[in-house]
């Protein structure tokens, strides 16, 4: 088991990091809070989660123990894997995931990309009477869902850019120049429009 990572930031990417521990880069899955704390070039630290999958180990990283738990707790769900929870937390800090979770809220939990209704009503129904354990308080916590009236592609992009360090006016521009994507295949994953609008702000 892994615990924790620290070391130097070699590499940011829209959903990884890479980081270096004395010549030695292992490259972590991150959720959005714990990519923004991340600086390129500079000393990191990532609570860390190993899991394996069809003989393929892969480390995930996390803010604190308490988002580390909630990515673990997430997993004990019937057919909630990896990249799922992670796209959860990447929406949800703890208290607002447990928020949603005590408050039964379905359209909350059905904003995050791959999970429909009965994903989410597996989360309701199994992790209930779990999320306490968390040990945070969701007293006045909502859910982080965007409240504006742009696209969730275009919110969760955007939203991805800055945590990066790009000005809301920079990742607004490279929004725009990634949506004929969308208009050509409405399915294209945020992943894949992450790295193409990190191309666009490359050039």
Same mark, same amino acid.
């Given at each position: 088991m892994?615990a924790?990572?620290?070391g130097?930031?070699? $590499?940011?990417r829209?959903t990884?990091?890479?980081?270096? +521990?004395?010549?030695?880069g292992l490259?972590?899955?991150?959720?959005?809070?714990? +990519?923004?704390g991340?600086?390129?070039?500079?000393?990191?630290?990532?609570?860390?989660?190993?899991q394996?999958?069809?003989e393929?180990?892969?480390l995930?990283g996390?803010?604190?123990?308490?988002?580390?738990e #909630?990515?673990?707790?997430?997993?004990?769900v019937?057919? !909630?894997?990896?990249k799922?929870?992670?796209?959860v937390?990447?929406?949800?800090?703890?208290? #607002?995931?447990?928020?949603?979770?005590l408050?039964?809220? +379905?359209?909350?939990l059905?904003r995050v990309?791959?999970?429909?209704?009965?994903?989410?009503?597996?989360?309701?129904?199994?992790?209930?009477d779990k999320?306490v354990?968390?040990?945070?308080?969701?007293v006045g916590?909502?859910?982080? !869902?965007? $409240?504006?009236?742009?696209p +969730?592609?275009?919110?969760?992009?955007a939203g991805?850019?800055q945590g990066?360090?790009?000005?809301a006016?920079?990742?607004?521009? $490279?929004?725009d120049?990634v949506?004929p994507l969308? !208009?050509?295949d409405?399915?294209i994953? !945020? $992943?894949?429009?992450?790295?193409?609008?990190?191309?666009?702000?490359?050039?």
């Amino acid at each position: 088991m892994i615990a924790h990572l620290t070391g130097t930031v070699s $590499a940011i990417r829209a959903t990884t990091a890479v980081i270096d +521990l004395g010549g030695l880069g292992l490259e972590v899955q991150c959720t959005a809070r714990a +990519l923004a704390g991340l600086r390129l070039g500079e000393r990191g630290h990532l609570e860390t989660s190993l899991q394996m999958r069809q003989e393929t180990f892969t480390l995930f990283g996390f803010v604190d123990p308490t988002e580390r738990e #909630a990515f673990e707790m997430l997993l004990g769900v019937n057919a !909630v894997g990896p990249k799922l929870a992670l796209a959860v937390l990447s929406l949800f800090d703890p208290p #607002a995931f447990v928020a949603a979770i005590l408050a039964e809220d +379905l359209a909350a939990l059905t904003r995050v990309p791959g999970v429909g209704k009965k994903s989410a009503e597996r989360m309701l129904v199994e992790l209930k009477d779990k999320v306490v354990r968390l040990g945070v308080d969701p007293v006045g916590h909502r859910p982080s !869902v965007p $409240a504006d009236e742009r696209p +969730l592609w275009r919110q969760q992009v955007a939203g991805g850019l800055q945590g990066l360090g790009w000005s809301a006016k920079e990742a607004e521009l $490279a929004c725009d120049a990634v949506e004929p994507l969308v !208009v050509e295949d409405p399915s294209i994953g !945020v $992943a894949q429009l992450m790295r193409a609008a990190l191309q666009s702000l490359a050039k």
